[in-house]
């Protein structure tokens, strides 16, 4: 008879006989049982005297029913619970394997393939729970069960019952949800809304535990744990095991990303890729696994020259070397504009490493006269400073490809980064024309910046074109660059369709393997004919070509996943990878957040918005989905405000007019959205206003008859924002979509009736 527990056995004597005790913690005590009714060995696990009282017999047995429910394989059922002298407990059955931690205790460190399969299985029960509405928040090897070597997830009802009761006395006595070596940063601060991206961590932890034997912080104290969680970058597990390649390294970095924004999305997406990154490793025949790849990032050069367009020429010279690395198998290269944001900016080193998680940056001087050109590079050990390699090159100006690329394979000399061959040069030169190449330069920079710098861009792109007609990257620039100048609303998009057409057209032609051509293709296919097919076909070209690119990538979230498919999840799990992929990129992060809210994630866009805002507080889009992030979050009052803010700093643009009467309207004051729709009414006829935006302003007044009139002048001006009302992604959409005109609207374009996709 288990010591002081003769009251529960005598309650329970009718159902169950309790044999030994298994195990004890601060939470509850684990007995072997015996199920009278069904003749069979179980588990029973009884909480503790606090913990039941804080909770309630009533509540524990309501809430406990949401366990039940869940029927998985790789989670460990429950088949009763109660009440009983006073004490709450429930019934499992009785696993006779050992738990992972026991596992881990005897080998510490398991081969890869079984980490691999049973993170998997995890992020499997995860994600099934999670789709119930049950967050676990307490993942770790304790609560995983081996049977037959597979994995059981258990406990989803004390966790649950502990986070329900949370409160002072459980607090004191220690008694809080999650586990502080596995517990997710937001659970860590407190947060009762730790959603299922919580779990993702604390499996991202125990994952990191599997494969390298240890905790992936060690500390003194719980404290000096959790500071560590939140001030750290995730640790990388090849760091503590040799061999392990790359993608498993990212694949838990990002698991284990501070912000629940840079995490997988859902423990699916997790499952997906723990599926994919088993089955590569299955695929490897030798049994070797490919050594770690070294990190580097390259920062901005220095322009030490007067002329304002020299720093152009840097930046571009910079970025250049950038791409030329990226094509070593053997290194990492942090991505542009994450390495950029450092621009002009004194950190040290060891600052810059840790922000970019990298071991070495490339950092350098750049002074152009008419005919000569000096440029200084050096390679730096980020953790001691320590200069690896420097050199210094004094030539013409053509021999700026010469120079990059040198500059690049010396690099991979120092990191012993190999390359196929010796004599193949990592950058080939773009065009003949030097002048045409620096015009390119200063374009992409420009580019960058967004807003109504990419007139400026463009006129830099059209001049490189002009210089080299076959220069198939200006080309490209030439095609994105209206089509996003229509999107944005500075043009009207039949004003510009047969150039950025032609130019796309031109840049395919030339570089059929260069993935801004397919980009600028598929956005003109979209964006000005309205062409699905073309334009979705065009997108996946670009990503297969340049996965890693973040432009592509962020374009086909939007439109190829977002607005063509309607598949809300890829395109926030793309928006998610590239801002993982370039961190310190607001532009990515607002993606990200549009996405997300796309996706009635409102919550995570509201911290991706913030995020990007923080980054990138200049940038008008970030503004725009700030304002949609914080309305669709149901905070109208503060997106009024910043709307105020917005109209004030970029003018009295359209789409802001558009969002501010819609948040009016959602607010139920129609006589303010009126008076914004009557001032892009009057604006209209003094500039040029997006039919879309219009018609989200006229939907906002309650105009209906409006609404179609701005629609059709819409299609009429091809403006590329009439995507998003066709594919019944606009925040107006709902109550139009049995309207006869809107199904008319879909037939001028030869798309179907379809249902909404917005969450």
Same mark, same amino acid.
């Given at each position: ?177 999650? *586990? ?80 629940? *924004? ?87 080193? #060891? ?10 940056? &490339? ?32 030539? &013409? ?19 012993? &980064? *190999? ?79 047969a150039r950025a057409k032609d130019a796309s057209r031109r840049a395919v032609m030339l570089a059929p393997a260069l993935a801004e051509a397919h980009l600028a293709a598929g956005m003109c296919a979209l964006f000005f004919d309205y062409d699905q097919r073309t334009g979705a076909r065009e997108m996946d070209e670009a990503l297969r070509l340049d996965p890693q ?31 993982a992929l370039d961190p310190l990129n607001g532009y990515a992060l607002t993606v990200l957040a549009h996405t997300q809210a796309a996706a009635g994630h409102a919550a995570g866009s509201l911290e991706s918005a913030r995020r990007a805002m923080e980054l990138t507080p200049e940038s008008f889009y970030t503004h725009s989905a700030m304002l949609w992030s914080l309305a669709w979050a149901g905070d109208t009052e503060a997106a009024l405000a910043l709307g105020a803010t917005t109209l004030a700093l970029f003018g009295r643009h359209s789409w802001t007019l ?74 107006? #959409? ?26």
């Open positions: 008879m288990p010591v002081g527990h003769d009251g529960l056995e005598a309650a329970l004597e009718s159902h169950y006989t309790l044999e030994d005790e298994l195990g004890r913690g601060g939470m509850a005590t684990v007995f072997r049982a015996h199920d009278l009714k069904h003749r069979r060995p179980v588990a029973i696990k009884v909480l503790s005297p606090l913990l039941g009282s804080e909770l309630g017999a009533e509540r524990f047995l309501r809430e406990i029913e949401m366990c039940a429910g869940l029927n998985h394989p790789h989670i460990l059922p429950l088949y009763d619970s109660g009440s009983a002298a006073g004490t709450l407990y429930y019934v499992m059955p009785l696993v006779e394997g050992e738990s992972l931690r026991e596992r881990l205790k005897r080998e510490r460190q398991l081969p890869l393939d079984d980490a691999l399969r049973l993170a998997c299985e995890i992020a499997d029960a995860l994600a099934f729970a999670h789709a119930k509405g049950v967050v676990h928040r307490d993942v770790k090897p304790e609560n995983v069960l081996l049977q037959a070597g597979h994995a059981l997830l258990a406990d989803f009802g004390i966790a649950r019952a502990v986070h329900l009761a949370r409160g002072v006395r459980l607090t004191r006595e220690g008694l809080t949800p999650g *586990t502080v070596a596995y517990m997710s940063p937001e659970q860590a601060a407190g947060d009762a809304d730790a959603d299922e991206r919580s779990d993702v961590y604390s499996l991202g932890c125990v994952l990191y535990e599997m494969l390298t034997g240890e905790l992936p912080f060690i500390g003194a104290s719980a404290q000096s744990i959790l500071g560590q969680r939140l001030t750290q970058p995730p640790p990388r597990p090849s760091l503590k095991r040799d061999g392990l390649p790359r993608a498993i390294d990212e694949l838990v970095q990002h698991a284990m990303a501070r912000m629940p *924004t840079d995490r997988f999305p859902s423990a699916r997406a997790l499952a997906d890729a723990l599926s994919a990154a088993t089955s590569a490793s299955a695929r490897t025949t030798t049994g070797v696994i490919a050594p770690r790849k070294r990190s580097i990032a390259v920062l901005p050069f220095e322009s030490l020259s007067a002329d304002a367009d020299d720093e152009f020429f840097a930046d571009g010279i910079s970025e250049e070397i950038l791409i030329a690395l990226a094509q070593l198998e053997g290194l990492r290269v942090a991505a542009r504009t994450s390495s950029f944001s450092f621009k002009g900016k004194r950190e040290d080193l #060891a600052t810059v490493g840790q922000r970019l998680d990298v071991e070495t940056v &490339v950092e350098g001087t750049v002074r152009r006269s008419e005919e000569r050109l000096r440029i200084t590079a050096r390679l730096v050990n980020v953790s001691d400073g320590f200069p690896l390699w420097g050199d210094r090159y004094d030539r &013409v100006r053509t021999d700026i490809f010469a120079i990059q690329d040198e500059i690049a394979k010396s690099i991979a000399g120092h990191l012993r &980064v *190999t390359f196929s061959t010796e004599a193949a040069a990592l950058l080939q030169p773009p065009t003949e024309s030097i002048e045409a190449y620096e015009l390119y330069l200063k374009a992409r920079v420009l580019a960058y910046r967004r807003g109504r710098s990419l007139l400026e861009s463009l006129a830099c792109f059209e001049q490189a074109a002009r210089l080299d007609p076959d220069f198939a990257e200006a080309q490209a620039g030439i095609g994105q660059l209206l089509a996003l100048l229509a999107l944005y609303g500075f043009v009207p998009g039949r004003d510009v369709m690119n973040i432009d592509v990538l962020c374009t086909h979230a939007v439109f190829a996943q977002l607005y063509l498919r309607g598949d809300l999840e890829s395109a926030v799990e793309e928006a998610s990878r590239a801002a558009a969002a501010v009467s819609s948040v009016h309207a959602m607010r139920g004051d129609r006589p303010r959205a009126e008076a914004v729709y009557a001032e892009a009414l009057g604006r209209a006829g003094q500039e040029y206003m997006q039919g879309s935006a219009l018609a989200t302003a006229a939907a906002g007044a309650g105009r209906l008859d409006e609404v179609f009139a701005h629609c059709a002048r819409g299609l009429d001006e091809r403006d590329p924002f009439m995507i998003t009302i066709l594919r019944n992604m606009w925040p107006a #959409a709902e109550p139009l979509l049995a309207d006869p005109r809107y199904l008319a609207l879909r037939e001028r374009v030869g798309w179907e009736a379809e249902q909404s996709h917005r969450a």
